[in-house]
């Protein structure tokens, strides 16, 4: 079980003001996250963008590449949430996973049909199966079709043992240990992915320890001084200071926009889908000077949208025929 920190004084009615904060803390609003969401899918796509039109060399400034800084800011915000969510673990995990898989099953799916049409790549059954399972990184990581979706796997991951971090009795002090572990691999294995973890599971602990929107930034910049300093000894570090440190700047803004909401509402799908047109778009377009990546754009923000009211629909669909097979309930003469 969860348990949130007790931060407050006892008073004559203990449990019924835990519980009413519990109900208005299980689903804790940040205008400024979707600012955080939105800047994060830009540098994301930025990274592809200029790759697919042939300017590689524009993504990476030192170890600050736009793609990594994307995904640093996105897992921040990720372990944020997972620490400031106070739903039971089941309950959120199911969540979790309930929006990550539907609309990721069907872009994969898609992303493979389309493979297998043009030929793009080779791929195997035993790929196909990997993939769909969200596991695809840890087997195929060199040839996955939609590159993209290495991202999906490891969030399936940290979001598994974030779960377990839950569970246990001591949910901060697990997730300590697992910093420290992500932090020793660091040091001796796969740099950029343990950093990662770093990322999330510091603002996961950040995220259940504080209370008050002020405290998690004060933490959240103590945060990013600390991983930046730790980033002379391993420098994929002073990514994940970026990431922790743009969560805290979002967190500050107490208003979002009309405009920055919808692009935020369908970031996910945005992320799933926009590989797989800006790819098509340089490849089969042939316009000069890397301007496809523009239709490529315009398509993945289209497909961003058909993905999610399609997912919506099918979800709709679900819940229907679950409530007309429950039993009607039995009334009383």
């Not at 979001?159 to 660091?186: D, H, T």
């Not at 000894?233 to 922790?244: M, R």
């Not at 919506?312 to 679950?322: D, S, T």
Request: glycine share 8%.
């Amino acid at each position: 079980m969860f348990h949130p920190p007790r931060l407050m004084r006892q008073t004559a009615q203990p449990l019924i003001a835990e519980s009413q904060l519990c109900r208005q803390r299980a689903r804790p609003h940040y205008p400024g996250l979707n600012w955080a969401r939105v800047v994060a899918v830009l540098l994301v796509t930025s990274q592809h963008a200029l790759s697919v039109g042939g300017r590689i060399e524009w993504t990476s400034f030192g170890e600050f590449g736009l793609g990594r800084t994307g995904v640093a800011l996105f897992l921040a915000i990720s372990g944020l949430m997972a620490g400031t969510d106070w739903r039971e673990p089941w309950p959120w995990l199911k969540r979790r996973l309930t929006r990550i898989f539907p609309a990721y099953w069907i872009a994969i799916g898609f992303g493979f049909l389309l493979n297998w049409m043009v030929e793009y790549k080779p791929a195997t059954l035993s790929q196909f199966v990997w993939q769909m399972l969200g596991l695809g990184v840890f087997a195929h990581r060199e040839h996955l079709v939609n590159v993209a979706s290495w991202f999906v796997s490891f969030v399936v991951l940290l979001y598994g043992l974030a779960f377990l971090c839950r569970i246990s009795q001591k949910p901060v002090l697990m997730a300590a240990c697992l910093l420290l572990v992500a932090l020793v691999l660091s040091l001796r294995y796969d740099p950029t992915m343990a950093s990662h973890a770093a990322n999330f599971f510091t603002a996961f602990m950040i995220g259940a320890v504080a209370m008050e929107t002020r405290t998690r930034v004060h933490l959240l910049a103590g945060a990013t001084l600390v991983a930046a300093g730790l980033g002379f000894l391993v420098p994929q570090l002073w990514v994940t200071a970026a990431g922790l440190g743009l969560t805290a700047a979002s967190l500050l803004l107490t208003r979002s926009s009309s405009l920055v909401d919808w692009l935020a509402r369908y970031s996910y799908e945005f992320y799933l889908v926009h590989g797989i047109f800006l790819v098509g778009a340089a490849k089969y377009l042939s316009l000069p000077y890397g301007t496809g990546v523009i239709p490529g754009i315009l398509g993945a923000l289209a497909g961003a949208v058909a993905l999610n009211a399609f997912v919506a629909y099918i979800q709709g669909l679900v819940r229907g025929c679950e409530t007309a097979s429950r039993p009607a309930p039995l009334h009383s003469p």
